[in-house]
């Protein structure tokens, strides 16, 4: 089949575009009045309701019910794996033409109700329209690239030449596969972690995030508008603990794709690794962690360049992303004037429910975030200087101030852990090669960016500068489907690359086939 050449999807301009806006303001209505609804577990097509229920709130209007979900038991996640494990036997050997047009009638559904799709986020996690517009555009992204993406895989691998032989290399699929999103990106990286494992010709149990299980069922719902087979994917909301660990552990369970956090991934690696009775494989681990991720601001800089990306960077979906600039890294010979410009910027951003055109920045995601937060800004009071924020803003939901905490050494708590807010540590350093060195003392290695005017040292930086994704003059958040590939090193996880060209053989096995020629 014959597709056109790949590009992003175009993003809606809120500011400049009246269109934009009021058919993002027609979906904001439209979805409110269907908040609160019931949704059931789907194994194999059926919905299957249980007692037991999952309830998501609105973390910007924190009693407000968005959906309620009935919970999944083992035996359900049993049945799941059961049923992933047979409908495998056809959906592995359908021709990858079929299994492309999926992808394909998936993000043309996506593309003609993306202001419906991003309301969702809007509500459920609480993003601004434009980040919940980003999200929705890189879902469509993701199926459009890995649509693609298959049909290079089929064609036939170069090989050398052997006399007397006609060989050949293909990519076949693993089997059932856990994809576990994070609730983050919940339309994106759910899409992009589903999308290439069917694709590919595996089969898929999806455990959504208890905090964005709609929109998880609601891209569920687009693959069965687009003709995806019964038993291809199963929607299993439940607990970790319930479900999580038991679908992670089960013997037929042939690969793991999770997003979150460093020590969930960490717990998912370990469990795993240790065969179960009747396991005849390793299971493969697709695992996108954590980051502290630091901008380093070098003294040949434009310094109003710099402020706009850090305060970009830092706070956009109120830093809840794991390419967060979490650390500014500022050469001391313009710390203090950096300083002055980053406060101005920060102290402009409108915080406010999402729901409101014109909002930068809403609430963070739950109760316990919240609290995590607020305790991280108390410790950064004793190890450093409150530029600005430090405080909660609203009762009403769980809205924190952008926060900028000045002069924290570089082995603090603040400039070490993930927070996963809206906090930023500013550190300062003697020059440039202090800079790096600080950039690159934490256990994580995901995302980083460099301001300066130096050819030199940009070279050095992306020579240097240990991390998945480097972004040189800009900031370090934003990466395209595509042009971005996107995933870290040590405890960031285990660089998968997702929307690159080697992301797809992360859900596949080379099998050669080697055939004498007369034989």
Not at 168 to 196: C, D, E, H, K, S
Request: aromatic share 8%.
């Amino acid at each position: 089949m014959g597709l056109s050449d790949f590009k992003n999807e175009p993003l809606s301009q809120f500011k400049t575009n009246p269109e934009h806006q009021r058919k993002m303001a027609e979906a904001v209505e439209k979805v409110r009045g269907e908040l609160g609804r019931d949704y059931d577990i789907v194994i194999g097509g059926e919905r299957i309701h249980t007692g037991d229920r999952l309830i998501s709130y609105n973390p910007a209007e924190k009693n407000q019910v968005v959906g309620t979900f009935s919970k999944a038991t083992r035996e359900l996640a049993e049945r799941a794996i059961r049923t992933a494990e047979e409908a495998f036997k056809t959906w592995s050997r359908t021709p990858i033409e079929r299994r492309v047009q999926v992808l394909v009638d998936a993000a043309r559904t996506v593309r003609e109700n993306k202001y419906y799709y991003s309301a969702w986020m809007v509500f459920e996690v609480g993003k601004s329209w434009s980040e919940a517009d980003a999200d929705t555009a890189e879902a469509i992204d993701f199926c459009e690239y890995y649509a693609r993406e298959m049909l290079r895989l089929e064609r036939p691998a170069p090989l050398a030449p052997v006399p007397g032989e006609k060989n050949y290399l293909r990519y076949i699929p693993l089997g059932v596969g856990i994809v576990i999103p994070p609730w983050n990106f919940p339309m994106a990286i759910l899409t992009g972690m589903t999308t290439a494992s069917i694709v590919s010709g595996n089969t898929v149990v999806l455990k959504p995030s208890s905090d964005s299980p709609v929109i998880a069922y609601k891209f569920f719902e687009v693959l069965e508008q687009a003709g995806m087979p019964p038993g291809v994917v199963n929607f299993l909301p439940g607990s970790g603990s319930t479900v999580g660990d038991y679908l992670v552990a089960h013997p037929r369970t042939r690969y793991v794709a999770f997003t979150g956090s460093k020590e969930v991934g960490l717990h998912i690696n370990e469990l795993a690794a240790k065969p179960q009775r009747g396991q005849i494989w390793v299971k493969r681990v697709v695992a996108e962690m954590g980051g502290k991720d630091s901008i380093v601001v070098d003294s040949e800089t434009d310094l109003d360049l710099a402020a706009d990306g850090v305060t970009s960077a830092a706070f956009g979906f109120q830093g809840q992303k794991c390419s967060a600039c979490s650390r500014a890294i500022v050469v001391e010979k313009v710390y203090d004037a950096f300083l002055d410009k980053l406060k101005q910027r920060v102290e402009t951003i409108k915080v406010g429910v999402p729901a409101d055109p014109g909002i930068d920045m809403g609430p963070v995601i739950n109760a316990g975030a919240e609290k995590s937060i607020m305790d991280y800004i108390e410790t950064g009071k004793q190890e450093g200087r409150v530029l600005t924020g430090g405080r909660t803003t609203s009762s009403a939901g769980h809205f924190i101030a952008p926060t900028v905490i000045a002069d924290v050494a570089p082995k603090a708590r603040l400039a070490q852990e993930e927070i996963f807010g809206p906090v930023l540590a500013v550190i300062k350093a003697k020059d440039f090669d202090e800079a790096l060195e600080i950039a690159n003392n934490t256990e994580y290695g995901l995302t980083g960016a460099v301001y300066t005017k130096n050819r030199q040292k940009l070279d050095k930086a992306a020579e240097t500068f240990h991390v998945g994704n480097l972004y040189l003059n800009r900031k370090c958040t934003g990466a395209m489907v595509g042009g971005h590939p996107f995933g870290g090193f040590n405890m960031s996880g285990t660089d998968s690359k997702a929307g690159g060209p080697d992301y797809l053989l992360l859900f596949t096995q080379a099998k050669t086939v080697a055939e004498k020629i007369g034989a």
